[in-house]
């Protein structure tokens, strides 16, 4: 398995970028602290496995987050990193334990960082979409409900976002926080004209009315059949 350092330099190449950017994993970065010229982008929902190193308890978590904070300065890039850490439940004196993560998961973080980069520093438009989903089949892994207590991320207010707006997607994809509310938005936006029905009635209507008419006319076709049958009965 790949080290980030790894996975991010083929990343890079894949995208063709010539100019030398690095990674560095850095324990004191900040959420929304940064210096002019530095951008941010925060994912949230990673899935990591953790292990107490006391009572090496095992967990799970598809909310573990991620922050980068990226420049690109004379021809060169850096990206510094941070992924936030859990405790355990079980423990009363835990420790903050890192995550793994899986080869998927880290490519998939790397991918969506990529692609900021093209996007922040060479202007190459990106879209929403194009950004992977980090949480990769954890219906199967039994994870519970984010204990936001117990993660480092939560306590230093990388969820504050998340929090005050209501999850209404099983899964967003991880942006910097504006860009995730105008996703939603436009999410929402793009979905409710379709979902209440004020288009439908209408194919749905003209097909009513034309049943409707055809009844009229074979009804009245009816009467006048009767009609000339009578008359011509009572000619003879
Ligand atoms: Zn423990
Ligand atoms: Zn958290």
């Not at 996007?119 to 990769?136: A, G, I, R």
């Not at 969820?159 to 926080?177: H, I, K, N, Q, T």
């Not at 995730?180 to 288009?199: D, E, M, S």
Request: a positive charge; aromatic letters at 10%.
């Amino acid at each position: 398995m790949g080290t980030w350092q790894d996975i991010f330099a083929a990343k890079i190449a894949d995208m063709h970028l010539t100019e030398p950017w690095m990674l560095q994993e850095d324990d004191s970065l900040q959420v929304h602290v940064l210096k002019p010229g530095w951008k941010e982008f925060v994912q949230r929902r990673a899935l990591g496995r953790f292990q107490c190193s006391q009572c090496f308890r095992e967990w799970s978590s598809a909310k573990v987050h991620i922050l980068f904070h990226m420049c690109r300065r004379q021809g060169q890039g850096t990206v510094r990193m941070r992924v936030f850490r859990q405790e355990c439940r079980r423990c009363s004196d835990p420790r903050l334990e890192e995550p793994e993560f899986s080869q998927e998961t880290m490519e998939r973080l790397l991918h969506n960082l990529v692609l900021k980069i093209l996007k922040y520093f060479y202007h190459l438009p990106t879209q929403p979409s194009d950004l992977l989903e980090v949480v990769v089949d954890h219906t199967t892994l039994g994870v519970g409900p984010h204990d936001s207590a117990r993660c480092e991320g939560c306590q230093l207010g990388v969820c504050s976002e998340s929090r005050l707006v209501p999850a209404l997607d099983a899964w967003e994809p991880l942006m910097d926080a504006d860009k995730a509310r105008t996703h939603r938005t436009l999410k929402r936006q793009g979905v409710r004209p379709y979902a209440t029905p004020t288009h439908h009635p209408s194919p749905f209507n003209s097909n009513f009315v034309w049943k409707r008419c055809c009844c009229i006319v074979s009804s009245l076709l009816c009467v006048l059949a009767a009609l000339i049958f009578v008359l011509l009965y009572f000619t003879k």
